[in-house]
């Protein structure tokens, strides 16, 4: 990916790993699968932070650049962090929970709130979505990076870079 930065136009290789891409079989869609694991699952937080989720973006932006097409949905499969915590007994003779116990406690509080552990939301994404991020924080934190980057090549021992007149502007 090329950034334009200052300095002029700067190559960029992006990393990482995708859950997975796939078509909605009716509309041909593309799509993205993405994983969340979450304390509290919140319908509208997870529709509305969409539009803020970097990493979610992110993907659907390298899916475009791999692809040349922009996904248009995003499948989250949600899997709540369990809340129920192991006893630790309590007095002067109390004895810790057993893990056997733990665990039994665990499957019936997921037999009993199946649908609070495991949800999948299919949430439509805009291209003007994908291209706001692009230009409003993905290319900006990539300009900020090349710039930290290149200020500490030019002082690459690391004790020189805090002497006096050697600091890095862009390093915080």
């Given at each position: 990916y090329e950034v334009q930065t200052p300095e002029g136009p700067r190559k960029v290789l992006f990393r990482g790993m995708r859950d997975g891409v796939y078509r909605v079989p009716k509309t041909g869609k593309l799509g993205i699968f993405e994983t969340k694991n979450k304390s509290?699952?919140?319908?509208?937080e997870i529709r509305d932070g969409l539009k803020a989720?970097?990493?979610?973006?992110?993907?659907?932006?390298v899916t475009f650049l791999e692809l040349g097409e922009m996904p248009e949905q995003v499948t989250y499969n949600i899997i709540r962090r369990c809340t129920v915590y192991k006893r630790k007994g309590r007095g002067k003779n109390a004895?810790?929970?057993?893990?056997?116990?733990?665990?039994?406690?665990?499957?019936?509080d997921i037999d009993k709130h199946n649908n609070q552990y495991y949800i999948r939301y299919a949430i439509d994404l805009l291209?003007?979505?994908?291209?706001?991020?692009?230009?409003r924080t993905l290319n900006p934190l990539l300009v900020a990076f090349i710039q930290w980057h290149d200020s500490l090549k030019k002082n690459p021992l690391y004790h020189e870079r805090w002497a006096e007149g050697n600091r890095s502007p862009y390093h915080f």
């Open positions: 509290k699952i919140d319908d509208a989720d970097m990493q979610t973006l992110f993907y659907s932006f004895v810790p929970e057993t893990q056997e116990a733990y665990m039994k406690r665990v499957k019936q291209n003007s979505d994908i291209n706001y991020f692009v230009t």
